[in-house]
């Protein structure tokens, strides 16, 4: 910990000082062994398997839709490579009727949630229908948000209705390491702290914003401590280990549920992969990081620790990946087999009727499909 | 300066003018998200970094509204920013900046204070990029007084104009069509000579009816030109390139020639800009015109994901249909 005192840069005595901590939380070490005493669902077999599988579900399907994008299937996507517990442990903390407000790295905590996984495939592969949530129409879910920052202050809104209506709901939001340079982040989190709204903000530290590593991005030494300005908690975990994530994802959400106002957790990961499949991290990576990354990453640490509790073994591995290997393959599958849409589609769902005027618009669309030149 | 003569295409054109307009004048700054050590995510701030160092090529924090707040203040001061804003898309959080301040910087100090700055933006589909990176956004620039608005729409043209822009004295919003980025090769000398801003081009002369259009949709034009003069129609081609402003002269002195008229554009249609230009027709020409003003446009909805990117641009089969109802030959 290094201080951080602004007396230090001024020649007076100071009369009263105010000070701040912002504490860093983990379970399990990079080897698995844990570094303090464990949750009770840690000490939960059927609950730890349960989160293996879906930490292993996630690298899996994230493996096949980069290579859908490889092979001309699909279009640019952001893989989602080392970062896995974060969504992962966020799904699990959730209750049903809480509501995820997510950005593009989150497809664990969808996944948890629910949400068939066509559907992520259908949006990065151009298709409108991949945000129908077919399959899971009930849901108050927010979609994935692409302008960076902007669903931070929808998460307020929403928490603002909970509280309005009285209702023990929280929201979570999430948001990149890039992200909390933009405004409406500061705003949301301001707006947080002084409604008391029940949010979660969780920023996932993957360390870049496609190539602008965080020393770019803030001169501060911890992103938690942004919170500290709004009035609001601000932590830190290790977002490599899922039990840590988990475990403060749910404390704080029970804090927000029982009216005891928003919390800012920064779980610190590292982008194992490219920005997106656009993009190709050699180009600005120092070398050796990634390497170093991969000590780190948050799958393997839990593996080891199932392992030393000799709850797990290579035929129950081989088993998990076949079945998982099965699961991802069907929704693919469904992916690419799902009929082509109807230029129609972009008029569908533009207004709940459509003005005559886009009917006359929508026929001539149709009129033209297909056709040539 | 060295005078090319291998062939680029039109991001290498752009980067050929930043790196022209940095080395000629020391106040040109380059800044936004990764156009440093990333050189830009289209590459066209490749290698500006090693060369102007990094006092000059700024990789800024994630913030629209802050590149372009800050633009404003090194504005000010005589800089010269050209700020990257990585897709039209997120240009939006950057409008409070720019159309309360930016545009009106010089007007309410009494022309005391200009604001020199440059917004270079990618913008259009037809890439299969994600959702929100396929906007175009001219007309709400256009509509918005005291900046231009330039689209470039080939590696020369993007060249001096891009050169035209940074050395101008008021704000310029620098559009860049996405899908032209690495269609076209020209030999594009780098010569520092910029083309004026506010002139229109005529690519192609005809006689029968105007075909107008910017940005991407002039590849369309171009090959509708071509159909027609399969069918002995002559068409002629503009390139509006200069939105705002517009070269209103060329536009009317083609529709006066040849009576008929037919904008192309890919931007939604209601006060699309296409609407602007016929309605200059329809006050300063409409006694040359033998046929309705036709427009071809996308439609009014939000761009669609790119499954459905061909269905919203503007195609040839749509400019053609158009052009033939302005010859009655439908
Ligand atoms: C408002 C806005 N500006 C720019 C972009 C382009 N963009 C997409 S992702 C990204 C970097 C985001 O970095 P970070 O917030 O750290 O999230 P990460 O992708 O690393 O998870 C940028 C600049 C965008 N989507 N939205
Ligand atoms: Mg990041």
């Not at chain 2, 309705?292 to 459905?308: E, H, S």
Request: glycine share 8%; aromatic share 8%; with cysteine.
């Amino acid at each position: 910990m290094t201080e951080f005192d602004s007396s230090s840069r001024f020649s007076g005595k100071a009369d009263k000082q105010y000070a701040f901590v912002i504490p860093h939380y983990q379970y399990l070490d990079k080897e698995g062994k844990p570094t303090q005493s464990l949750p009770n669902f840690a000490q939960d077999k059927a609950e730890m398997l349960r989160i293996y599988r879906a930490l292993q579900w996630i690298r899996h399907f994230d493996q096949k839709a980069i290579n859908l994008q490889r092979t001309g299937k699909m279009g640019t996507y952001p893989s989602v490579l080392g970062q896995e517990a974060i969504s992962v442990g966020i799904g699990h903390a959730m209750q049903k009727d809480d509501v995820l407000v997510p950005y593009y790295r989150d497809i664990g905590a969808q996944y948890l949630r629910g949400l068939p996984m066509e559907n992520i495939l259908r949006y990065w592969g151009g298709d409108e229908r991949g945000m129908a949530f077919a399959g899971l129409s009930e849901s108050e879910d927010f979609p994935l948000s692409v302008p960076i920052a902007s669903q931070c202050l929808h998460a307020v809104g929403i928490a603002k209705a909970f509280q309005y209506r009285k209702q023990k709901r929280a929201v979570v939001v999430t948001i990149g390491d890039g992200g909390t340079s933009q405004g409406d982040f500061y705003e949301a989190l301001n707006l947080a702290g002084t409604w008391q709204a029940p949010v979660v903000f969780v920023i996932n530290n993957n360390r870049w914003a496609i190539s602008v590593p965080l020393s770019l991005q803030t001169h501060c030494q911890t992103l938690a401590q942004k919170g500290v300005a709004a009035g609001i908690p601000g932590i830190q975990v290790d977002g490599n280990d899922v039990v840590a994530v988990k475990q403060l994802m749910q404390e704080a959400l029970h804090q927000a549920r029982e009216g005891q106002g928003p919390v800012l957790i920064e779980a610190l990961s590292y982008r194992l992969g490219d920005h997106t499949t656009a993009d190709d991290a050699s180009r600005y990576r120092p070398a050796g990081e990634l390497e170093q990354a991969w000590i780190e990453e948050p799958v393997k640490r839990v593996q080891s620790y199932l392992s030393h509790q000799q709850w797990w073994d290579d035929n129950q591995e081989q088993a998990l990946q076949a079945q998982i290997q099965e699961e991802v393959t069907a929704i693919v599958d469904s992916y690419l087999t799902t009929a082509a849409q109807s230029a129609s589609a972009m008029f569908d769902h533009l207004y709940a009727t459509l003005p005559d005027d886009l009917k006359i618009q929508r026929e001539q669309a149709l009129r033209f499909e297909g056709v040539s030149l | 300066m060295s005078h090319t003569t291998t062939e680029i295409t039109l991001v290498e054109a752009v980067n050929q003018a930043l790196a022209y307009a940095m080395q000629q004048d020391p106040d040109v700054i380059v800044l936004g998200e990764d156009v440093g050590t990333n050189g830009g995510v289209f590459r066209a701030t490749a290698g500006l970094l090693d060369k102007f160092g990094a006092d000059r090529v700024l990789d800024t924090p994630l913030a629209e509204s802050m590149i372009a707040g800050a633009s404003i203040g090194m504005a000010a001061q005589g800089l010269k920013p050209v700020c990257e804003l990585q897709f039209m898309g997120f240009v939006l959080p950057a409008i409070d900046q720019l159309l309360s301040h930016a545009i009106r910087m010089r007007n309410r100090t009494r022309g005391r204070i200009g604001c020199p700055l440059v917004v270079r933006t990618p913008f259009g589909g037809g890439i299969r990029a994600p959702e929100h990176h396929a906007e175009s956004f001219e007309s709400l620039f256009a509509h918005s007084p005291g900046c231009k608005v330039v689209v470039a729409s080939t590696p020369a043209r993007a060249y001096g104009l891009l050169l035209a822009a940074i050395r101008d004295p008021d704000p310029v919003i620098f559009m860049e069509p996405m899908r032209v980025y690495r269609l076209v090769k020209q030999a594009v000398p780098d010569d520092g000579i910029a083309l004026p801003l506010g002139r229109a081009f005529v690519l192609r002369e005809g006689a029968d009816v105007t075909l107008i259009s910017w940005g991407a949709s002039i590849q369309e034009t171009l090959q509708t030109a071509d159909e027609l003069a399969k069918q002995g129609i002559s068409a002629e081609v503009i390139d509006v390139a200069s939105i705002k402003p517009l070269d209103t002269e060329t536009l009317l002195r083609s529709v006066q020639k040849t009576g008929r008229c037919v904008i192309v554009h890919e931007a939604p249609r209601t006060c699309g800009f296409g609407a602007e230009i016929a309605a200059i027709i329809s006050e300063q020409a409409i006694y040359s015109l033998v046929a309705p003003v036709q427009r071809v446009t996308g439609y009014d909805v939000q761009i669609p994901y790119f499954q459905l990117e061909k269905a919203y641009i503007p195609s040839v089969a749509r400019i053609l249909a158009a052009a033939k109802q302005t010859l009655e030959l439908v």
